[in-house]
T-cell receptor
Framework: RKEVEQDPGPFNVPEGATVAFNCTYS??????FFWYRQDCRKEPKLLMS???SGNEDGRFTAQLNRASQYISLLIRDSKLSDSATYLC???????????????????????FGKGTKLSVIP | NAGVTQTPKFQVLKTGQSMTLQCAQD?????MYWYRQDPGMGLRLIYY???????DKGEVPNGYNVSRLNKREFSLRLESAAPSQTSVYFC?????????????FGEGSWLTVV
């Protein structure tokens, strides 16, 4: 069972539109989240990290909502070049024992969502 | 900058054949990973190596073996290929094996098993 769930998409939006993707996660202790972008037949590449306060990079804004356990990616003024699949990334559930957590043992693996495909249409 | 380099880029295998996917990174990263990506399934972790000298199973390890040859290189072996292993394989690396570390991917290897 995937612990990181994304909007299934696809999203087809006109140039200039604002579009938002959401991603829910199950590990309430998760600290680190990311958005990756993957172009067709290419490798995923980091788009932006998402921290507690959220962050903005040009037309892209990533937000974290801990109360509802989701992260979002907002793209303003969509460009044709934004067409890609966007992958939400976060840690899986923490299955360590309390002793392991206290000792700092074990470490998380990142879990990738299945991706949301965005097509920006002229 | 080379980053993560994996070979071959394309390969067609017959059922039962074996092959090794090679991966090398030049970023002095400690952790390396092998993922497979299938339509509708997203990226799934096959094996990872948190540091040189260690390897661990990921989500879908059956049918695969790995070798962390040194800090730079991490290979994935299919001992007896099956059609279900037709997929795109990505090698990746990160500075450390912690959730806060960015993962960098190779360009992918397209494998078809017939």
């Amino acid at each position: 069972r995937k612990e990181v769930e994304q909007d299934p998409g696809p999203f087809n939006v006109p140039e200039g539109a604002t579009v938002a993707f959401n991603c829910t996660y199950s590990n309430s202790a998760s600290q680190s989240f990311f958005w990756y972008r993957q172009d067709c037949r290419k490798e995923p590449k980091l788009l932006m990290s998402v921290y507690s306060s959220g962050n903005e990079d040009g037309r892209f804004t990533a937000q974290l909502n801990r109360a509802s356990q989701y992260i979002s990616l907002l793209i303003r003024d969509s460009k044709l070049s934004d067409s890609a699949t966007y992958l939400c990334v976060g840690p899986p559930p923490d299955n360590r024992t309390p002793d392991q957590r206290n000792s700092g043992a074990g470490s998380y693996q990142l879990t990738f969502g299945k991706g949301t495909k965005l097509s920006v249409i002229p | 900058n080379a980053g993560v380099t994996q070979t071959p880029k394309f390969q067609v295998l017959k059922t039962g054949q074996s092959m090794t996917l090679q991966c090398a990174q030049d970023m002095n990263h400690n952790s390396m990973y092998w993922y497979r990506q299938d339509p509708g399934m997203g990226l799934r972790l096959i094996y990872y190596s948190a540091s040189e000298g260690t390897t661990d199973k990921g989500e879908v390890p059956n049918g695969y073996n790995v070798s962390r040859l040194n800090k730079r290189e991490f290979s994935l072996r299919l001992e007896s290929a099956a059609p279900s292993q037709t997929s795109v394989y990505f090698c990746a690396s990160s500075l450390g094996h912690y959730s806060g570390n960015t993962i960098y991917f190779g360009e992918g290897s397209w494998l078809t098993v017939v």
